[in-house]
């Protein structure tokens, strides 16, 4: 990319899309590889031949290719004896998680496991991904098996530069996706698969998805080409290689049901002012099931969705809260046990695939959602693209700051590349005591904080800020422009988020 005359966006564009007409899907942008998705089975890509081919060659000599960058990255790690990172990032589809898998099988053809163990790290990892998939993975419009969370690998070495273990770090899994769907995408595949079980599903009360609100709200219920009774098999599967034991599946599954029926309990305006109430029998026999699957009591469920809990100096307070209020309380409970149990099962693999506590080096790879931006954002979405401002500053500090500092030690001449520092965007969300989260937490402590109230102390923090917009038409709604693409040190695209703020 670097030898094109232009270099600008059609041009680099332009020479993607011929290169990938030549099925060259890979292409480096200096050290950076931009891999284009061939939608497509390429085996003799990443064959036992091409790996060793790629073994030991200095970075540049042959094709661009995935095993490129995970070789310098293994050399460098020997060599320097320092830990290295592999950022894998692109819009949903782009293929990042193949990529990941890419580079973990290279990984372990370059630094096999030294304890003898028949099964690799490599391997471990990935019996453990049916696992990850059924309770992370969910279809959406891009892609039918989406990865709804961020994933860091770290591949553990020992001195000698032999693999000694591995662990999975999770990040930003999409909370909301639990108790709210949009049009065409569906909830976490272990919803379906457990609707689909059979025996399970009679267990536990399930019927076919369309009868659980956090299921029917986007009238997708099917995947194409798969058997949700089969699926639900082979989780059951990878749980007992994972190590689950029987009785920890069942407790799983019964919280996946719990929170099904947790979604259908509905409330209505109760008695007193600004209170709420049970709906209906129907909304009765969701309660106990839930309480009954969650092993709580039934009637201290209800009243904890139907008040809440003042904490003041003088003691605590109970209040009632309204039939809105309720719901939002219910949904609250349903993503914080989901993510509980995510978090929890992420242990367990971690524990079955063995972390090496005093291992010399790790490589680790980041595969985490790009930049996002939808008609509607919300919080999730600030966190996502928070973190993408951090992971560009990290490489603006690394790639252009850094190394201009060292030219200018060492008098090398060349020219000063201008690069968009993105440290004020940065302040802008996680500045203390004034900053987006800061006001945020604020807001979330005082009782009487609404949208409008949230957005108005932004506006007059942050009068006249570049990176901050007020939307024309609405009192609440918040524009972030945040840069990316200056990753290529070439492209700079602005995006424009509008954020609803909601209170959590
Ligand atoms: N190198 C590759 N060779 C062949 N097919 C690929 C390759 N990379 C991706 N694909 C295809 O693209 C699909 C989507 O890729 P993947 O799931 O890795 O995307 P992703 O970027 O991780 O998406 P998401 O962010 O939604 O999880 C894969 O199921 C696979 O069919």
């Known amino acids: 990319m670097t030898k094109l005359v232009y270099l600008h966006e059609p041009g680099v564009l332009c020479n993607l899309a011929r290169r990938y007409g030549f099925n060259e899907i890979y292409t480096y942008t200096g050290r950076i590889l931009i891999a284009v998705n061939p939608f497509a089975k390429l085996p003799h890509l990443y064959d036992m031949h091409m790996m060793e081919q790629y073994k030991g060659v200095q970075f540049g000599e042959l094709s661009p290719h995935v095993f490129a960058v995970t070789d310098a990255s293994y050399r460098a790690m020997v060599s320097e004896d320092r830990s290295q990172s592999i950022l894998v990032s692109g819009e949903s589809g782009a293929g990042k998680t193949e990529t990941t898998k890419l580079i973990m099988r290279y990984l372990t053809f370059v630094g096999g496991r030294s304890t003898g163990d028949i ?22 419009v891009r892609n039918d098996n989406s990865s709804r969370f961020g994933k860091f690998v770290e591949i553990q070495f020992d001195k000698s530069g032999r ?25 976490y595949h272990c919803f379906y698969q457990l609707c689909a079980s059979e025996q399970d599903a009679d267990k536990y009360k399930l019927a076919h998805p369309r009868n659980f609100n956090y299921l029917n709200q986007s009238h997708t219920y099917e995947l194409e080409g798969v058997n949700e009774a089969e699926e639900y098999l082979k989780t059951r599967r990878a ?26 309990i509905e409330f209505s305006p109760g008695k007193e002012f600004d209170s709420s109430a049970i709906k209906d029998e ?78 010399r080096a790790l490589i680790g790879v ?24 951090k992971l560009q500053q990290h490489f603006n500090k690394h790639v252009f700051k850094m190394e201009q500092e060292e030219y200018k030690t060492e008098e090398i001449n060349w020219s000063y590349i201008e690069f968009v520092d993105n440290q004020d965007i ?18 979330c402590m005082l009782g009487k904080s609404t949208h409008e109230t949230f957005a108005m102390k932004l506006f007059q923090n942050f009068k006249a800020h570049p990176r901050l917009e007020k939307p024309k038409l609405s009192k609440t709604d918040f524009a972030l422009s945040h840069f990316a693409g200056k990753a290529c040190s070439m492209t700079s695209i602005s995006c424009k988020t509008c954020l609803e703020f909601h209170c959590f």
């Not at 693999?163 to 909830?187: M, W």
């Not at 749980?239 to 259908?264: K, P, W, Y």
């Open 366 to 389: 980041l595969d985490i959602y790009g930049f996002e931006c939808f008609k509607y954002n919300s919080f999730e979405q600030l966190c996502i693209n928070f973190a993408n401002e």
């Open 282 to 359: 129907k909304s009765k026999f969701h309660l106990q099931m839930a309480a009954d699957l969650l092993m709580v009591d039934g009637s201290l469920l209800l009243s904890t969705l139907c008040y809440r809990t003042i904490k003041t100096p003088e003691g605590n307070i109970v209040k009632a809260v309204d039939s809105s209020a309720a719901a939002i309380s219910r949904d609250a409970l349903a993503k914080t046990v989901y993510a509980q149990l995510f978090d929890w099962l992420v242990d367990n693999i971690n524990m079955s695939i063995g972390q090496d506590m005093e291992s």
């Open 119 to 140: 099964r690799s790290v490599e391997q471990q990892v990935l019996e453990s991904n049916p696992l990850l998939e059924a309770f992370g993975n969910a279809r959406t």
């Open 239 to 264: 749980m007992d290689i994972v190590g689950i034991s029987f009785s920890h599946q069942e407790a799983i599954f019964r919280t996946v049901a719990a929170i099904l029926h947790l979604g259908n």
């Open 426 to 443: 940065l302040d802008l969300i996680e500045k203390k005591p004034i900053g987006i989260v800061s006001l945020l937490d604020e807001a």
């Open 163 to 187: 693999i000694s273990g591995a662990a999975v770090r999770t990040y930003l899994l999409e909370r909301s996706r639990v108790v709210q769907i949009s049009e065409s995408e569906r909830n």
